[in-house]
């Protein structure tokens, strides 16, 4: 496995993260395969915070994926609430923790288990506490609520933080959002196209893939 350093030059490097949900364990195989295929390296799968599926169940589809792909795709973990979903994580052979909030237990206990740690924040008082606490980089999050400019406003004062923006980020304001200051983004479902998944257009997920990773290939 790969040192956490070199995770995090990774990410910086590729800067996509795909944010998937819900998906069944086949539709999430091919999807997976999919996504690699379109260059994608780094795929958050996400616990269930209504419960409506197990964090057993969360855990070995991440486990099932580490397994298919070894070292060629870093698997980890979205929506992660609690230390325990944290060590399930861990223990499937996941990679990174990114939350929708900014939990200080969370993001040590990630630390301590050597996981990249991506809390999720909104103010500069959150962006800063998350990065106190330890985080290796801040999941701006929901980006979509607050747009470019406040971005932009953030990163000037906080520009030794790394932020990711996630919510809302699409092919069109790619370039925007990384000429504002983050390092990096999460994207769901501007990727994950339900509806290609549910008639087998794993090739249309492909193409998206490809879509996003060649604006970043020339961005760079």
């Known amino acids: 496995m790969e040192s956490k350093n070199e995770r995090i030059a990774e990410i910086l490097q590729k800067k996509l993260i795909v944010i998937v949900r819900g998906l069944p364990r086949q539709q999430l195989r091919k999807t997976a395969q999919a996504l690699y295929d379109g260059g994608i390296r780094f795929l958050e799968i996400t616990y269930s915070a209504s419960g409506a599926v197990?964090?057993?169940?969360?855990?070995?589809?991440?486990?099932?994926?580490?397994?298919?792909?070894?070292?060629?795709?870093?698997?980890?973990?979205?929506?992660?609430?609690?230390?325990?979903?944290?060590?399930?994580?861990?223990?499937?052979?996941g990679e990174f923790i990114i939350s929708p909030d900014t939990n200080e237990a969370v993001i040590r206990r990630s630390v301590e288990l050597g996981l990249v740690s991506i809390p999720g924040a909104l103010t500069p008082t959150e962006i800063q506490r998350a990065h106190q606490a330890g985080a290796d980089f801040v999941k701006l999050f929901p980006v979509v609520s607050m747009g470019v400019d406040y971005v932009r406003a953030v990163c000037a004062p906080l520009s030794h933080i790394r932020l990711l923006a996630v919510g809302g980020v699409h092919l069109g304001n790619l370039r925007d959002y990384l000429r504002a200051g983050v390092c990096g983004f999460g994207i769901?479902?501007?990727?994950?196209?339900?509806?290609?998944?549910?008639?087998?257009?794993?090739?249309?997920?492909?193409?998206?893939?490809?879509?996003?990773?060649?604006?970043i290939g020339n961005a760079e």
């Open 54 to 93: 197990t964090d057993g169940q969360t855990a070995e589809s991440i486990a099932m994926l580490t397994d298919a792909f070894g070292t060629s795709m870093h698997i980890g973990a979205g929506t992660v609430l609690t230390e325990e979903q944290v060590r399930l994580t861990r223990e499937a052979g």
């Open 188 to 215: 769901g479902t501007n990727i994950i196209d339900r509806a290609c998944i549910e008639r087998g257009d794993y090739a249309g997920i492909t193409r998206l893939a490809s879509e996003y990773t060649a604006v």
